[in-house]
């Protein structure tokens, strides 16, 4: 017979996974911040972003991480892609909107 599992010392494995998920999430960062960067993408590069990109782009810029750029612009590019743009053309737009705002993003 085996002996007590680990999980059961410490619960259920989903609801600590869904914990620390919850941690990591735009909560951590002001609210305040994303119609801010909406009017400073506005501003300095003369395009409009909504609510949504805008998020990912805030977190991407705030957000400590070697991923970070690269994760935000495959949200971007999903919500492209739900919007009903081509894969190609939410990438092309994704990748454009990333750079513009963050910095570069490497293939």
Sequence with gaps: MSGPSRFKK???LNRLIEEKRAGNNL???PSVLVP???IKI???FGISVDREVAEYIVLA???RGTWRKQRA???IEKLFLSRGE???DSVKKARQ????AVGTVEK
């Design 10 to 12: 410490t619960g259920n």
């Design 27 to 29: 909560r951590e960062i």
């Design 36 to 38: 801010v960067w909406q």
């Design 42 to 44: 506005r501003e300095r």
């Design 61 to 63: 810029a705030h957000e």
């Design 73 to 75: 612009m495959r949200k």
């Design 86 to 88: 081509s894969a190609e």
């Design 97 to 100: 909107v990333v750079d513009l």
